[in-house]
């Protein structure tokens, strides 16, 4: 994860500090796995092997790369199940809500502002980030904003952050529940959740939430939840390059 200095990460900044930090990055870091192209391999050649199935623990997967890859383009998805990752993941609020519309295969574990005064930690875009929506629903594009819309976006962005994060502490000070007083959050909020995932179901997330130039059905997700998913990808191509490379090459269809 990269990010200018004067971004924070959540969890590093006390409620009682003054006044909100603002982000233009997401943090991805995986916290645990037991995921490897063998995983695959072996719950595949049970159908014809039964328990010697297991011996593929042992061999090398590369020598059955041709296995993944018809497993891949015939859709045989249930190999692709038997294995986890699990991903801490820090983004704003409106990227966990599109998020948890992934449902099979998804298991997520979010923090919480009933039992917890919630950091003042807040999303404002990058420079890179591309302002200006153009065309029809289901047939719009995005396309650079001027220097006087980002410098409009960060203004108006960082002071309604402010006033809210305000108002919210106004509202504890006084003795009010903290599920009541997150009430005036904005989703540009700053949330953390762990979330669990299969090679399957992590596939059929970055062939909705992200774009690519090998996908054969095009996908229009939105920046910031694509930013949480290429980190995701980059961490799995590492533990499952195979299934990865048959992935790709298959049109980044989940199997």
Not at 245 to 251: E, L, V
Request: include cysteine; aromatic fraction near 10%; charge should be negative.
């Amino acid at each position: 994860m990269s990010h200018t200095p004067d971004e924070s990460t959540p969890g590093t900044q006390s409620a009682a500090d003054a006044g909100p930090s603002f982000r233009s990055e997401v943090t991805v870091e995986l916290v645990k796995h037991s995921a490897s192209d063998s995983d695959v391999l072996w719950a595949a050649r049970v159908s014809t092997a039964g328990e010697q199935s297991l011996e593929e623990l042992q061999k090398d997967p590369e020598r059955s790369k041709g296995l993944i890859n018809f497993l891949m383009r015939d859709r045989h998805g249930s190999p692709f199940e038997h294995n986890s990752m699990t991903f801490f993941i820090s983004a704003p609020i409106f990227v966990f809500r599109e998020f948890m519309r992934h449902r099979v295969g998804w298991s997520y574990n979010e923090e919480s502002g009933r039992y917890r005064q919630l950091e003042s930690v807040f999303y404002v875009p990058g420079q890179s980030r591309k302002l200006v929506q153009q065309g029809r629903p289901g047939k719009y594009e995005f396309v650079e904003g001027t220097p006087a819309q980002h410098e409009l976006t960060t203004r108006v962005m960082e002071d309604s952050y402010r006033q809210a994060y305000a108002a919210y502490q106004e509202m504890l000070a006084e003795g009010v529940a903290r599920e009541v007083a997150r009430a005036v959050l904005p989703v540009g909020l700053y949330s953390s959740m762990y979330a669990t995932c299969n090679a399957r179901s992590l596939m059929h997330f970055l062939g909705l939430r992200t774009q690519h130039e090998l996908a054969k059905v095009p996908s229009f997700p939105q920046r910031e939840i694509e930013m949480v998913g290429e980190q995701m990808e980059a961490h799995w191509a590492k533990l499952m390059p195979l299934t990865y490379g048959a992935f790709n090459a298959n049109g980044r269809i989940a199997p």
